[in-house]
């Protein structure tokens, strides 16, 4: 049972880590969980307080997550097209549609370009709707990368909990 659980708790901190960019998948409540299940092995050793600060701040990035990109797109001047422009670009950047460029680049490059064209749909000229589309980029990038921090360091604290015993 102990083998199952560290499993399980590694499975959940990778589709944490995964899901700190794949929209849709909740990284750092995945990584936290993953802390929970290695907590119920006696191989680990995990405090409760651990647990609870690592929860709140799960939840805290969470929400931030949801509030950020928005914040960031209305500071730039940027409307709820800009946003979903971003979020339409992320997904398309995920599936590599219509064509190229994937991976981190994709990751990186749709968010914007969708952000862009939200704006430009919204009947914006061409140059603040670049800066929204930039404010909304930076709030997608800022979001993302505090949750990848967040379930990067969580399964790194898991490995050195489990080596240590």
């Known amino acids: 049972m102990e083998i199952l659980l560290i499993i399980l708790a590694f499975v959940c901190a990778a589709v944490g880590i995964i899901g700190s960019v794949v929209p849709g998948l909740p990284g750092p409540p995945l990584a936290w969980i993953g802390l929970l299940l290695l907590s119920f ?44 422009g971003c979020n339409i670009g992320l997904v398309i950047s995920i599936f590599g549609l219509p064509f190229g460029p994937q991976g981190l680049a994709g990751v990186i490059l749709w968010p914007l370009v969708g952000a862009l064209v939200g704006e430009l749909l919204s009947q914006k000229p061409f140059e603040p709707a670049l800066r929204a589309a930039f404010g909304a980029f ?21 490995i050195v909990r489990l080596i240590n015993g």
């Open 138 to 158: 930076i709030g997608f990038l800022t979001g993302t990368l505090s949750k990848l921090a967040y379930s990067i360091a969580l399964t790194i604290i898991m």
């Open 41 to 84: 092995t006696e191989m680990a050793e995990i405090s409760a307080t651990m647990l609870i600060v690592s929860a709140v701040v799960a939840t805290v990035i969470t929400v931030i997550d949801y509030v950020v990109p928005s914040a960031f797109t209305k500071r730039f001047g940027g409307s709820r097209a800009g946003i979903w």
